[in-house]
Nanobody
């Protein structure tokens, strides 16, 4: 079985920073993709950032220049550094990974979500 465990959320003032982490554990052969999504109350889940493994990361326009996605392959962990946070960044943040568990099997896995609240 594979589990994704997120950490790093919390309450921060506007202009502040947070760093989210998402670590995968279990029967992992390789991790193909690592992404971050978020969902604010009353809104659909939206894509925030994609790590492209050596290519140019993708960022939603709303976070470009403020958020940075990175990964540690040795730890099967993806990070989201969030700077210059705004109240509209308030949401539950989810990591998503496509993980290969055998030569013939890969699946999509989601983290449990971590709340980020930006408020004074």
């Amino acid at each position: 079985q594979v589990q994704l465990v997120e950490s790093g959320g919390g309450l921060v003032q506007p202009g502040g920073s947070l760093r989210l982490s998402c670590a995968a554990s279990g029967n992992i052969l390789s991790v193909k993709t690592m992404d971050w999504y978020r969902q604010a109350p009353g809104n659909q889940r939206e894509l925030v950032a994609i790590d492209t493994t050596g290519g140019t990361p993708y960022y939603a326009d709303s976070v470009k220049g403020r958020f940075t996605i990175s990964r540690d392959n040795a730890k099967n962990t993806v990070y989201l550094q969030m700077d210059s946070l705004k109240p509209e960044d308030t949401a539950v943040y989810y990591c998503k990974m496509i993980i290969r568990t055998s030569t013939w099997n890969e699946n999509i896995y989601w983290g449990q979500g971590t709340q980020v609240t930006v408020s004074s």
